[in-house]
């Protein structure tokens, strides 16, 4: 049984995406055409070192401290994927909070666990006040893919330092 739920403190071990599998493989992106989603050819493959997964892990704890929120998928102490919604609003009406990360372990993919997490992370901004979460999305078909099937739109509002942190993905929002 997978257990989905927000951590309620920082009290929880660095080691605990030491397992988690970030792999991804692409072979096609979407970008933005004037103001349309085009797919393009483009090969690459994302993972995360060990050293990577404990900066997440330590991002975990600042954003909890902070006011922000985690939210874990695990099955026992095993976690097959996790969702962070940033303690900052932001936006002319201070509309958004950033849904900064939404994985899922490679091998517990298509088994619903993202959309659980979207679901959840859509409720829990919702509870804290915003109306919108704002993604800076990978690019690949396949991670657009699911976004779209989420409700998921390109952003009224580009926020400029989320873009410039990774210029290929793509802005999104969804209302929750």
Same mark, same amino acid.
């Given at each position: 049984m997978v257990n989905i739920q927000a951590l309620t403190s920082v009290n929880f071990s660095d080691e605990i995406l030491d397992s988690f599998e970030r792999k991804q493989e692409t072979t096609q992106v979407m970008v933005v055409d004037s103001n349309r989603l085009l797919k393009k !050819?483009?090969?690459? !493959? #994302? #993972?995360w070192t060990l050293e990577r997964k404990r900066e997440i *892990? =330590?991002?975990f704890k600042s954003t909890i401290a902070q006011g922000g929120v985690v939210i874990l998928a695990q099955r026992e102490k095993d976690v097959l994927g996790f969702a962070v919604i940033e303690p900052e609003t932001f936006g002319e009406c201070s509309t958004y909070r950033e849904l900064s990360y939404l994985h899922t372990s490679f091998p517990s993919r298509r088994m619903g666990i993202g959309r659980r997490l979207f679901n959840e992370a859509k409720k829990t901004a919702k509870q804290l006040g915003v109306a919108k979460l704002y993604i800076g999305a990978h690019p690949s078909v396949e991670t657009q893919s699911?976004?779209?099937?989420?409700?998921? *739109?390109?952003? !009224? !509002? %580009?926020?400029? =330092? %989320?873009y410039k942190r990774e210029v290929r993905d793509l802005q999104l929002e969804v209302r929750v």
């Open positions: !050819e483009e090969r690459f !493959e #994302d #993972d *892990v =330590t991002h699911f976004y779209k099937r989420m409700g998921c *739109v390109l952003a !009224e !509002e %580009i926020n400029p =330092t %989320i």
